[in-house]
């Protein structure tokens, strides 16, 4: 009884760990045009998003109950989150 527990628990943390790693079991829901980038928290229920929608790239910042728009990126791909960053907080300071 004892060895099939074990073996039992084994394979569930297998599973987690494969889970872990981004392999699906189950067929997910097709790719839309919306994609989440790249994410940092700013502290408590803070956070800035940069998002793909289309070809162009967002940064958004959510907290609470709210989302806003800061920056669309130019050229997506090419600059990078933190550049986009300290261009926006130079220019709100």
Request: aromatic share 8%; no cysteine; charged share 30%.
């Given at each position: ?35 989440i980038l790249e994410t ?25 109950e709210r989302i806003d ?5 130019d050229e997506p791909g ?16």
């Amino acid at each position: 009884m004892l060895g099939s527990l074990g073996i039992v628990l084994g394979l569930l943390l297998l599973l987690y760990a494969l889970m872990r790693k981004g392999v699906r079991f189950l067929p997910h829901a097709r790719e839309g045009a919306i994609r989440i980038l790249e994410t940092r928290p700013l502290g408590g229920k803070k956070f800035l998003f940069l998002v793909e929608v289309r070809g162009k790239e967002y940064l958004l910042g959510v907290g609470g109950e709210r989302i806003d728009f800061l920056a669309r990126t130019d050229e997506p791909g090419e600059k990078i989150f933190d550049e986009e960053l300290r261009k926006k907080l130079e220019v709100n300071s």
